[in-house]
């Protein structure tokens, strides 16, 4: 069983959708949870990230830990086009060594 | 700052042949990893440095793969021989230790063909 695990996907919604991305994690001492960006032929970048559980929100966009469950999430309110790429979620536990999920590709059309 | 540069952005070789790929760091970052993305296995960690020093090299897949960081401006990852099923995107990520999330910030990674 991988450390983080996340449904690939693809995932395809029409403009204005709210769009919902989950990961869960087995190794309790994940501290750190973030959501990484990645557009086509382009590396991840480091879109939001939660420090233990609660929420954060970004704008559009809201990150969602649930230590207990051991859930990750990532809601994308008003979805754009400009919002299709893939969408990776990753844990590390405060150190240097970070984990990262498949990644979600996500597909907004017009 | 130009960010993290890789290079060759693409990279078509034969079995068995010997894959040089290149990294440079941002500059200032101490830290340096190396990672691969198939669409099988996703973005896996093979290796990663701190001040020039391999850390942990505990996902390098097989003896055919090495890594060095003669200074902190350049970093090597060689596959030799290399084999089809190396096939994948190789990135390269640098971070500045912080502590807390440890923001890695990556390259456009070396897309690498072996037929």
């Known amino acids: 069983q991988k450390e983080v695990e996340q449904d690939p996907g693809p995932l395809s919604v029409p403009e204005g959708a709210i769009v919902s991305l989950n990961c869960t994690y087995s190794?309790?001492?994940?501290?750190?949870f973030m959501w990484y960006r990645q557009y086509s032929r382009k590396g991840p970048e480091l879109l939001m990230y939660t420090y233990s559980s609660g929420n954060k929100e970004d704008g559009r966009f809201t990150a969602q830990v649930d230590k207990s469950s051991k859930y990750i999430s990532l809601f994308i309110r008003d979805s754009q086009p400009s919002d299709s790429a893939t969408y990776l979620c990753a844990a590390n536990t405060g150190g240097f060594k970070t984990i990262f999920g498949a990644g979600t590709r996500l597909f907004v059309k017009a | 700052d130009a960010g993290v540069i890789q290079s060759p952005r693409h990279e078509v070789t034969e079995m068995g042949q010997e894959v040089t790929l290149r990294c440079k760091p941002i500059?200032?970052?101490?830290?340096l990893f190396w990672y691969r993305q198939t669409m099988m296995r996703g973005l896996e960690l093979l290796i990663y440095f701190n001040n020039n020093v391999p850390i942990d090299d505990s996902g390098m897949p097989e003896d055919r793969f090495s890594a060095k960081m003669p200074n902190a401006s350049f970093s090597t990852l060689k596959i030799q021989p290399s084999e089809p099923r190396d096939s994948a995107v190789y990135f390269c990520?640098?971070?500045?230790?912080?502590?807390?999330?440890?923001?890695?910030?990556f390259g456009p990674g070396t897309r690498l063909t072996v037929l």
């Open positions: 190794n309790s001492a994940f501290q750190y």
């Open positions: 990520a640098s971070s500045l230790a912080r502590g807390g999330v440890n923001e890695q910030f």
């Open positions: 500059s200032g970052h101490d830290y």
